[in-house]
């Protein structure tokens, strides 16, 4: 099979380039110039303006015997759009870096611009350029262009004490299918598909931060890095501390059959949900619209103190992340 | 020394920002997030926007041997100010993605920054957010978000058969500089400073690229190949082909007497020049402000027909790219 050495980089872009095809790369009404020139040319969006970046290398955040390279380009886009859909905006234009070796096989590649392709064809956006280069280490980095229309945004900084805390969604998930994935249990007869595709296909939720958005909540972040870590992020950013009540973190029915010892560490520090984290005060979570409510569950509150998360548990106990050995000052992954 | 694996990311981040400083993450009518949120959000300039990505890899794109990483700073950072000098924008945003070895040590990514706040110092621009992750190769990638106020741009595209080519500054310099650093030729007495300048500390012609487009100039892009490979993107942009006559290349003056062999070699194919080539019809290359025309040589013409590049020297012989064995067919770098 072809490698990336065998063929020369105009080749390359012009078959990448072919895969997303005219409707990935362009839209007469916003780019004036997408990929094959020094800069891509965009008109401007009514409403302020979001920048975000995120990376995706290889042996750190994704093995390539579990994930297909279709899902890898999925994911970096997916985990680039939540960024965004946590400030409550949407997505507008994206540019890809690939840092390829030279011994990759090309059809790899287009597989991952297949995934690119899905991924902006369901969620929106346009890949208007990028840059491709050789890596010893393989690599890909997504830079999102978005834009939130209201003018307003959704930020870390903001909870207060007295917010209540929620989530989208079911925590835990995508950490399950990573285990049972890494552990070669990959046969769908047999786990839970819902896993698998937490892991595989994380859908970023863009509606639901428009709509919190439009609903007064002023603080949210996707859950990338798990939900501690993230929610002690918010706490760092706001300046207070929060509880979580164990029991009503929302969960997978089968996550306990199948992780009956380490269930709540996957709910607790798996990471790549990419669903929100959100606070609000008691009237704001109150008249959330329906859908928001049927969607999301409260699971705590933020309190007053120095940045902290208290770990409550059904029967009144409560322990400090600390306690439990939890150290958010990890170092790099 | 302390290394990337002995602390934590958290830790890393801080020290970072500090080095920016927010003079260079803050502009309170700009921006309303900067670094550490999801995303940055930004007010929207007036104009369209320029969106670029450019990335370097060790021992690819620069050799630590060779490059200091203040310097590396500088340079990724210029790499990608001058694509949108080359639309004829200004910078507005960066978002840096590092990607590192446990083992680095944490003042050599410190210098990275000093580097970059020193270029957006000079030049504008915001860092305003980025990522940092675990990489068994050191790369460093950039993205930039500009504008051009006056809502046109200059593309590769534009070119039409009539058209005088011309460039800026002198070409092959930093290539020289390479050359020379490659060889432990660094002794300051013994090389002219000017190469070792346009290599480490390449200066994006901002201002330049903008009066162009203000003068009517449609059609520029960035040296970053090298002359000849730059110009065959051109050519295959705007489906023309070229001729250079080689006596009237700029060099500096001590070229020749450096590498009285490979001079030409070093001006056709060296990259990395960050000079702007830019083609225009005779009447608004005679028209040109007199700084320009002070700062920029006219080398060539545009012509019909196929992308080809024609070199023509001084006792009359023409080659053609092909004929000197000039591949643009490159494999990726």
Same mark, same amino acid.
């Given at each position: 099979?072809?490698?990336?050495?065998?063929?020369?980089e105009?080749?390359?872009?012009?078959?990448?380039?072919?895969?997303?095809?005219?409707?990935?790369?362009?839209?007469?009404?916003?780019?004036?110039?997408?990929i094959?020139?020094d800069t891509?040319?965009?008109?401007p969006?009514e409403?302020?303006?979001l920048?975000?970046?995120?990376t995706?290398?290889?042996?750190?955040?994704?093995?390539p015997?579990?994930?297909?390279?279709?899902?890898?380009?999925?994911?970096?886009?997916a985990?680039?759009?939540?960024?965004?859909?946590s400030?409550?905006?949407?997505?507008i234009?994206?540019?890809?870096?690939?840092g390829?070796?030279?011994?990759?096989?090309?059809?790899d590649?287009?597989d991952?611009?297949?995934?690119?392709?899905?991924?902006c064809?369901k969620?929106?956006?346009?890949?208007?350029g990028?840059?491709?280069? @050789?890596?010893?280490?393989?690599?890909?980095?997504v830079?999102v *262009?978005?834009? &939130?229309?209201? $003018? /307003?945004f %959704?930020?870390?900084?903001t909870?207060?004490?007295?917010?209540?805390?929620?989530v989208t969604?079911?925590?835990g998930?995508?950490?399950?299918?990573?285990?049972?994935l890494?552990?070669?249990?990959?046969?769908?007869?047999?786990?839970?598909?819902?896993f698998?595709?937490?892991?595989? @296909?994380?859908?970023?939720?863009i509606?639901?931060?428009?709509? *919190?958005?439009? &609903?007064?909540? $002023? /603080?949210? %972040?996707?859950?990338?890095?798990?939900?501690?870590g993230d929610?002690?992020?918010?706490?760092?950013?706001?300046d207070?501390?929060?509880?979580?009540e164990?029991?009503r973190?929302?969960?997978?029915?089968?996550?306990?059959?199948?992780?009956?010892?380490?269930?709540?560490?996957?709910?607790?520090?798996?990471?790549?949900d990419?669903?929100?984290?959100?606070?609000?005060?008691?009237p704001?979570? /109150?008249c959330?619209?329906d859908?928001?409510?049927?969607?999301?569950t409260?699971?705590?509150?933020?309190?007053?103190?120095?940045?902290?998360?208290?770990?409550?548990?059904?029967?009144g106990?409560?322990?400090?992340?600390?306690d439990v050995?939890?150290?958010h000052?990890?170092?790099?992954?």
């Amino acid at each position: 099979m072809e490698r990336i050495k065998d063929i020369s980089e105009f080749d390359l872009i012009t078959r990448l380039e072919n895969i997303l095809g005219t409707g990935i790369t362009q839209n007469p009404g916003e780019i004036h110039l997408s990929i094959g020139d020094d800069t891509a040319v965009l008109n401007p969006q009514e409403g302020i303006q979001l920048l975000t970046t995120d990376t995706m290398v290889e042996n750190v955040h994704f093995l390539p015997e579990i994930t297909s390279m279709k899902d890898l380009g999925w994911k970096s886009i997916a985990s680039n759009y939540s960024d965004v859909a946590s400030m409550g905006g949407r997505p507008i234009s994206v540019v890809i870096t690939l840092g390829l070796k030279p011994n990759q096989y090309v059809k790899d590649v287009e597989d991952i611009y297949h995934g690119v392709r899905d991924h902006c064809g369901k969620y929106g956006g346009y890949v208007v350029g990028g840059d491709i280069i @050789r890596s010893e280490t393989f690599f890909i980095s997504v830079c999102v *262009l978005g834009v &939130s229309e209201s $003018k /307003t945004f %959704m930020s870390r900084n903001t909870a207060r004490p007295g917010d209540k805390i929620a989530v989208t969604g079911e925590i835990g998930s995508a950490a399950a299918g990573l285990e049972l994935l890494s552990h070669g249990k990959t046969d769908p007869h047999n786990i839970p598909s819902q896993f698998i595709a937490a892991h595989n @296909r994380p859908i970023p939720k863009i509606q639901t931060g428009a709509k *919190l958005l439009k &609903s007064g909540v $002023k /603080t949210a %972040m996707d859950i990338s890095d798990g939900l501690v870590g993230d929610l002690m992020k918010v706490c760092h950013s706001s300046d207070v501390s929060a509880t979580i009540e164990l029991d009503r973190i929302p969960i997978n029915g089968d996550l306990k059959n199948y992780f009956p010892v380490d269930w709540l560490k996957l709910v607790l520090g798996g990471g790549e949900d990419y669903e929100l984290l959100f606070t609000a005060p008691v009237p704001i979570m /109150t008249c959330l619209p329906d859908d928001l409510k049927e969607s999301s569950t409260i699971i705590g509150i933020i309190n007053n103190g120095p940045p902290e998360i208290i770990l409550s548990d059904a029967n009144g106990y409560s322990h400090t992340t600390k306690d439990v050995g939890w150290d958010h000052f990890q170092t790099l992954k």
